[in-house]
């Protein structure tokens, strides 16, 4: 089967307002609208209940074109999903770098992303702010796809099938997660169990965005947004030396992965998914009826 084929079977499966509002003379909100509003803008919609479906079993597939295809539908719509949110956060925060002052609503969400991704709050606002914008941004899908086969062994790790970890992320509290058989004397650690699937996407981006070992991929990843373009999984995958001890050669077979099994396609149908990336865009994609909605469509770009 050519490369060609194997990548075809990959991506199959997968005004009356506006008049009366030009004659309306909006009035000042009061301080209750005012909190209400911003309340509104830093809560995240609930999660759709698709995003707390189980793994599907991997393992009975046969044919490996079919199961690859298999997990990357699965894998898509969860990551799309997760990045979306990503970016409503983002939007809450662009916009407190344009304000003066903040409200105590608006104070106390910037705490908790502060916390959340290890910036510290001790410094001017301006800086503490650029540092979470540095940060708090999306990884490509082809990155996260690449990875969570490599890591999971196409989902059929014992990991990924008892613990939903599709990162092989540790955790070191006693009892969170499951204890690696080849774990080594005097070693602690264990490897994280999540609610679901989508868990561990979310997770394991918060990883890569707040962990100090892939400050260069965020680096990386800034400075493409500097140069207006989205980086992708191919330039991101440089930052990663330090998630595997294979180092420089995990990064050489993520990079592979991501070519071999043509998820470039999966980075230009996130982009075009995110169309406008209005807030409403990203509700409307945060609130999805269900994973096939989000899934590329076969006609998308391929060049």
């Known amino acids: 089967m050519t490369v060609g084929v194997r990548a075809l079977m990959l991506l199959f499966p997968l005004l009356a307002a506006a008049i009366s509002g030009g004659l309306h003379t909006p009035q000042p909100l009061s301080d209750r609208d005012r909190a209400t509003t911003v309340r509104a803008q830093t809560k995240l919609p609930p999660l759709p209940d698709w995003a707390l479906n189980a793994l599907p079993d991997f393992s009975s597939y046969r044919d490996t074109t ?30 407190l770098r344009q304000k003066t002052s903040l409200s105590p609503a608006e ?9 959340r991704l290890r910036v ?22 082809s990155l996260v796809m690449a990875q969570a086969a490599n890591e999971s062994a196409w989902g059929t790790s014992r990991f990924a099938t008892q613990g939903n970890n599709l990162f092989g992320q540790w955790c070191f509290k006693l009892g969170c997660g499951l204890v690696p058989r ?27 965005n707040r962990h100090p070992s892939y400050r260069q991929l965020r680096a990386i990843r800034a400075q493409a947004r500097a140069n207006g373009r989205m980086a992708d999984g191919i330039l991101l995958a440089t930052g990663l030396e330090s998630y595997s001890e294979r ?50 469509s076969v006609g998308g770009s391929e060049g």
């Open 247 to 296: 180092g420089a050669h995990y990064v050489e077979e993520i990079q592979a992965m991501i070519r071999f099994n043509n998820l470039a396609f999966y980075d230009r149908q996130f982009a075009d998914t995110l169309g406008d990336r209005s807030r409403q865009r990203l509700n409307q994609l945060a609130l999805a009826r269900d994973a096939a909605t989000l899934m590329p």
């Open 182 to 208: 080849n774990r080594g004397e005097g070693r602690s650690h264990e490897v994280a169990r999540f609610a679901s699937p989508y868990q561990s996407v979310r997770a394991y981006i918060d990883n890569l």
């Open 120 to 141: 510290n709050e001790d410094q001017p606002r301006a800086q503490q702010l650029q540092k979470l914008a540095t940060k708090l941004d999306v990884v490509p899908p």
């Open 66 to 95: 079919e199961k690859k295809a298999a997990f990357f539908s699965f894998l898509y719509p969860r990551i799309v999903l997760a990045n979306s949110r990503i970016l409503m956060e983002r939007q809450v925060l662009q916009s």
């Open 107 to 115: 104070t106390a969400w910037l705490q908790r992303q502060s916390e």
